[in-house]
């Protein structure tokens, strides 16, 4: 049964430092990982969509990798601000399309 | 583009009655739509997945005489809570997978908060 871990739970960073969320996963066979954002009582924003082929995705300050054989992802954030403050999810996709989500990062980005 | 919504955003109501959820896909057709339950600080679970024309797929511990789920068109996928009770209390989330295009994403809706009393 696949499985999806998020690393640290809770994270609380000052304005304009980078930091790293981690996503981890027990079985590699999965068609693509994604990365969500929710903000509190709403729904998801999808952020960035990594296919098993690829190693890494980027959009503005965001980066994400992917490393399917040790069952890990990460999500970069560059010099965070305030409005990055949420909680970040991470999916990974098995070949029906079905999403397996992880528990979750809660950040706050202090001004 | 791609937008999904889900009606209603909120609902309340009291614990024996049935609650219906509306998820329609806006500019374009989905053949298949999943529905996701998240309980409070916890993470989305898949509750169903659900083709145009044909019986939901249920996951495993979801019951499917009491989270009915009907996909009578391209555009609109309904899940009914019958006899609901406060544990049934959560947000309810629901995505879109394109009939065409780019068929590996998924396009959810804003969610619909249930609180059962």
């Known amino acids: 049964k696949q499985e999806v871990t998020q690393i640290p739970a809770a994270l609380s960073v000052p304005e304009g430092e980078n930091l790293v969320l981690n996503c981890s996963f027990t079985?590699?066979?999965?068609?693509?990982l994604q990365w969500f954002r929710q903000d509190p009582g709403k729904g998801l924003t999808s952020l960035l969509l990594i296919q098993s082929s690829q190693r890494e995705q980027t959009s503005g300050r965001l980066n994400a990798s992917l490393d399917k054989s040790s069952g890990r992802s990460t999500l970069y954030i560059a010099a965070s601000q305030p409005g990055d403050s949420a909680t970040y999810l991470c999916a990974v996709i098995k070949s029906s399309y079905k999403l397996i989500f992880g528990s979750g990062t809660r950040l706050l980005v202090r001004p | 583009g791609a937008v999904v919504s889900q009606h209603p955003s909120w609902v309340i109501c009291k614990s024996g009655t049935s609650v219906k959820i509306e998820c329609r896909s806006l500019d374009f057709q989905a053949t298949t739509m999943f529905w996701y339950r998240q309980f409070p600080k916890q993470s989305l679970m898949l509750m169903a997945t659900?083709?145009?024309?044909?019986?939901?797929?249920?996951e495993q511990g979801v019951e499917k005489d009491k989270f009915l789920i009907n996909h009578a068109s391209l555009t609109l996928s309904t899940l009914t809570v019958t006899s609901a009770h406060p544990e049934d209390s959560s947000f309810y989330i629901c995505?879109?997978?394109?009939?065409?295009?780019?068929?590996?994403?998924?396009?959810f809706g804003p969610g619909t908060r249930l609180t059962v009393l």
């Open positions: 995505s879109a997978q394109p009939r065409t295009g780019y068929r590996d994403t998924q396009y």
């Open positions: 659900s083709n145009e024309g044909s019986k939901a797929t249920y």
């Open positions: 079985d590699s066979a999965i068609y693509n």
